[in-house]
């Protein structure tokens, strides 16, 4: 506002002795250019002296400002070798760890894929030993149920009187004299007892 107010002046100060310089005799015109030029010095100085103003406080208020940051800096550069230190020091522990899991981890899938293989194994076993208990289970609950029924000949011609002879010839946990006994009966051979 000063400045606007400073240049309003000097342009109407300007005007007015132009005015008067065309009135005026000719040392009286150079006078007057001189004082303008005065004017105009002076007003340029105090723009000057402003600026000079301003910028010598942000020289006091920036060095204060900037010896703190060397000083901050300066504390930073020298914790940082440390931290740079402690860093890779965790970074090889990080790598070490990585490595632990992924060796584990591919331990872990090897055990996961042997077990479900011995699983897959034994299902196939189970079943196979079960669907063969179930036939002779059957087999022989057919055969009871026939002998209770006093058909004892009529179960021999029978598929399951088929099935329960195989069972029997096949056994291995059987003895013998008992594998031979119900042989025997199931072919119709038996003897005078």
Same mark, same amino acid.
């Given at each position: ?9 000097? !342009? %109407? !100060? ?15 015109? !150079?006078?007057?250019? &001189? ?6 010095? +002076? ?13 010598? #406080?942000? #020289? ?5 400002? /900037?010896?703190? *940051? ?15 230190? +402690? ?17 584990? @981890?591919?331990?872990?899938? %090897? ?10 194994? +034994? ?9 063969? /208990?179930? $036939? ?8 009871? $149920?026939? &002998? ?18 195989? &069972?029997? +010839?096949?056994? $291995? ?5 008992? @594998?031979?006994? !119900?042989? *025997? ?7 005078? $007892?």
């Amino acid at each position: 506002m000063k400045i606007a107010a400073a240049v309003a002046t000097v !342009v %109407a !100060v300007h005007a007015a002795e132009n005015e008067l310089a065309a009135q005026a005799n000719p040392i009286r015109k !150079v006078v007057t250019m &001189l004082q303008t030029m005065q004017k105009k010095v +002076e007003a340029e100085g105090e723009k000057e002296k402003e600026l000079f103003d301003k910028f010598m #406080c942000y #020289c006091k208020n920036s060095g204060g400002d /900037l010896a703190a *940051s060397i000083a901050d800096s300066e504390t930073k550069v020298s914790e940082l070798p440390s931290a740079i230190e +402690e860093a890779e020091g965790q970074l090889g522990q990080l790598k070490e760890d990585l490595k632990a899991a992924q060796t584990g @981890r591919a331990a872990a899938k %090897a055990a996961i894929a042997e077990a479900t293989s011995i699983r897959e194994k +034994e299902a196939g076993e189970f079943n196979e030993v079960a669907t063969d /208990l179930k $036939t002779n289970i059957a087999a022989i609950g057919k055969a009871i $149920t026939a &002998l209770q029924a006093g058909a004892g000949g009529a179960f021999l011609q029978t598929q399951a009187a088929s099935v329960l002879r195989n &069972l029997i +010839e096949n056994d $291995t946990k059987m003895l013998d004299v008992d @594998r031979e006994d !119900v042989t *025997s009966f199931l072919s119709n051979e038996q003897g005078s $007892t």
